[in-house]
């Protein structure tokens, strides 16, 4: 079979899946998400899953792990065990709200989140559709309808349920959300999920994502978060990427954020297989601010591709972005990032680096920074490397009595620090240091009832 013939195979074979299974998509969900499946399976339908050809992709052959035979999830399934009992993420004195995801579902045996400020509301995003449909309705789908992304379309045609979270306006939600998302099953599954946060002006909050496996199988997510940072609204999110080798993820994140508003948002990618992260700030208020930040530790046949594309629309605002990457083995990592300061948006500043390092011959890493500037009154840098361990630095080192191994730690952990130090929940940056740390030395650090391989 040609690749021509592949690829309308597998575009054949998800439009069989959306069309034989709409009404079980449509079941109980608000129409806020059914009046949207349609035109955006269209929308896939015209790219079809992503390969080499797509410009956008170059790096990243979605095919290979989409044109795979997964159980589709179409309805919440009921866990047999109190996940809330069997499953502790190992972040020692992180004080959050805790919630679970399971195979992209909100878990119905959630513990209540009590004390939350007046206003606050976080929970499953199809319940609140139809329960709130006012919370809901002026954000969903605002920013992703935009993307031409044919994984963001076959998101928003087969999205059931996810995470929502709405902070009003001058509250400030101190306390951290925790959102766990469990993969667990007992044969291939691909899920779908989408997840909406609404932080209203002058408001602050911070949510933390885990992702985690709980079985040994092959999974294959594609996800959509958006997030609408109100004027003067201070927002962290942050994500830990730590599942099975052989759990698959495409994960779309689209950032709007007003005037003055500021945005921290870093990934922490340590075990997983196939992994693409999209990432998407827009500017739509002056005197913003977003500091955008991943960093990735690879072995074995992992492959992960970081996508971003900051869109300066607005004058006198500031992004910086430094993305790291460590390979090891046969490891593949990518970075594309992308700049775009638009017409007359002066005194803009932006800043983006990917620094990379190769532990071996046989690990590659693929890097394209990019700026497309309109404007002529900015600041604007890029730059990229990609390299092997300083050797004059190794040699400081060992001549001072520390032993290979340890110093190579030493200088790898030095290389990770600069992103992780940028965490403003200090529980969370001391432990992502420790998981770095136990990264690097070839342990596990699986939280508990996780499997890692």
Request: hydrophobic share 35%; with cysteine.
């Amino acid at each position: 079979m040609t690749l021509t013939a592949k690829k309308i195979a597998l575009s054949e074979k998800y439009t069989e899946l959306f069309y034989a299974n709409q009404s079980k998509l449509d079941e109980d969900s608000s129409n806020l998400f059914n009046r949207m499946r349609e035109i955006a399976f269209k929308r896939f339908e015209k790219a079809g899953i992503p390969g080499f050809k797509n410009e956008n992709y170059k790096y990243t052959n979605l095919e290979r792990v989409f044109g795979k035979n997964y159980r589709h999830v179409f309805e919440y399934e009921k866990v047999d065990v109190d996940l809330n009992e069997a499953f502790r993420c190992d972040v020692p004195q992180l004080d959050t709200h805790v919630v679970l995801l399971v195979n992209g579902w909100y878990y119905a045996k959630n513990q209540p989140l009590e004390n939350l400020p007046k206003g606050v509301v976080v929970g499953s995003i199809k319940q609140i559709a139809n329960e709130k449909p006012e919370l809901v309705e002026s954000y969903l789908n605002r920013q992703a309808g935009l993307s031409d992304d044919p994984m963001v379309a076959l998101n928003t045609a087969f999205a059931q349920d996810g995470f929502f979270m709405y902070v009003p306006d001058h509250v400030v939600f101190e306390r951290p959300v925790q959102v766990i998302n469990i993969m667990r099953s007992e044969d291939p599954v691909f899920t779908t999920q989408r997840n909406l946060i609404v932080a209203g002006k002058n408001s602050q909050t911070k949510v933390v994502f885990c992702d985690h496996t709980m079985s040994d199988c092959e999974f294959l997510a594609n996800n959509v978060t958006e997030v609408f940072v109100g004027d003067d609204a201070v927002v962290d999110v942050y994500t830990i990427q730590n599942q099975n080798n052989k759990a698959n993820s495409v994960n779309s994140s689209f950032f709007k954020q007003g005037a003055n508003s500021n945005l921290l948002t870093s990934v922490a990618t340590l075990h997983g297989g196939l992994i693409r992260n999209n990432l998407k700030v827009e500017f739509a208020g002056e005197h913003a601010e977003a500091n955008v930040y991943g960093i990735s530790f690879t072995d074995k046949k992992q492959h992960v591709d970081n996508y971003t594309n900051i869109e300066h629309a607005q004058p006198n605002c500031l992004s910086n972005q430094v993305y790291k990457n460590v390979l090891d083995e046969d490891s593949v990592g990518a970075f594309t990032g992308r700049i775009h300061v638009v017409r007359d948006a002066q005194k803009t500043n932006a800043f983006q680096r990917n620094n990379n390092v190769l532990l071996t011959d046989s690990a590659q890493m693929n890097t394209k920074p990019q700026l497309i500037i309109d404007a002529d009154d900015v600041k604007c840098s890029h730059g990229a490397t990609i390299g092997q361990i300083d050797e004059d630095a190794l040699f400081y080192l060992r001549a001072r009595g520390i032993g290979e191994d340890d110093a190579r730690m030493m200088l790898m952990n030095a290389f990770a620090h600069e992103v992780v130090q940028k965490i403003r929940i200090e529980p969370l940056r001391d432990r992502i240091d420790e998981l770095v740390e136990k990264r690097l030395k070839g342990e596990l650090a699986k939280c508990h009832s996780c499997d890692k391989n």
